[in-house]
């Protein structure tokens, strides 16, 4: 193929129309983005305000957030806009060869923004955490102090047992007797922990939970990778079987009432299955793993598309694992572990 130059740009765009999807539109900018660095910007945004959609702040806020070195190449919009009528004019052996020249400038640019965006996000991932682990001590801190001429005690801040969210989620019983996570005001705390070179869970991020089970995460943070152990044995102990889901009630739940012997890990999210399983078979080779995804069964119905099974599956695969999933009949709600568990305590509880 020959190559794109930035010159030439406008001119491909303009036989690609803006007005798309916007899955379609930001993977266009990936494309530029990828070819050209922040020297496309200019022609990007031009194009892009072709779209009757089109407003500045959205664009400027997508263009910073897409990477120099992403999965896109310019190929893709190349072979769209030749779909669409573009052509190559012809060029000159002097003109290919000083083309050639500046394509090689432009990748050593865009290596160097790379290099420069990863260094960046590791110094945030790095501040993220001092900031997750010193919330943490402060937490998780116990002893005494002199408050108006007498001795007060401090206990470490746990999350009540009868949090709302735990109550909704039918675990206050059993958080009671399993390690306990933190709540400072009316937040549920989460450490979020990545293995370090030893091995061992180190909290690089926060989990927040509010009483109506809205989540976030501390800004900044290391997700991808990232679990909390509701029980994990010691390195080096004795593991027969890891457990690994998506959320921490669903955690709580198959540890206390599906896989009581087991060590339980909440990876956070149907994506990050994947890179929790491998980064925990290393850790435990021996071990038995199962991947206890979560049943999108509704989604599946409208879209044709389970993404908890689909990424439940992809991590055992990963890891030589097994799958272990919630089943539900038809017309019942719920998608994990806990909704399972809910449904079939209200069903006793009616003598059905």
Known sequence: MQRLEL????????????????DEWVLNLMAIKSEFGESGREAAQAWSATAPSFK????????????????????????????????????????AEKLKAEQRQRQREKTAQAKQEAAEKEKRYQLTKEKAQAIVQR???????????????????????????????????AIRYLPRVFMEGNNIIIP??????QGEPETWSLQFIDPDGNKRFLRGGKLKGGFYPVRLAPKGGRVLEVVICEGY?????????????????????????????????????????????????????ETGK???????????????????????????????????????????????
């Open 7 to 22: 010159h030439q740009l406008p001119q491909l765009l303009a036989y690609i129309p803006a007005d798309t999807p916007r």
């Open 56 to 95: 500045l702040a959205d664009f400027l806020a997508t263009w910073k957030s897409i990477k120099a070195d992403g999965g896109r190449t310019i190929a893709s919009l190349v072979y769209e806009a030749k779909q669409n009528g573009f052509k190559f004019a012809p060029i000159s052996p002097q003109q």
């Open 139 to 173: 937490l998780n801190t116990a002893g005494t102090q002199w408050v108006n001429g007498r001795t007060v005690l401090i206990e470490p801040k746990y999350a009540s047992p009868m949090h709302p969210y735990f109550h909704r989620k039918g675990i206050s019983e």
């Open 192 to 197: 979020v922990k990545h293995l370090n070179e």
């Open 249 to 301: 009630a669903t955690g709580v739940t198959l540890a206390a009432y599906y896989f009581q012997e087991s060590e339980v890990i909440c990876a956070f999210n149907a994506g990050n299955l994947k890179k929790v399983a491998t980064a925990l078979k290393h850790r435990y080779p021996t071990a038995r793993f199962i991947i206890a995804g979560d049943n999108d069964h509704l989604t599946e119905k």
């Open 306 to 352: 389970n993404p908890g099974k689909t990424k439940a599956i992809s991590a055992a695969k990963a890891i030589d694992a097994f799958v272990c999933l919630p089943e539900f009949a038809e017309d019942e709600q719920g998608t994990d572990w806990n909704d399972r568990y809910l449904l079939d305590l209200k069903a006793k509880q009616l003598g059905k």
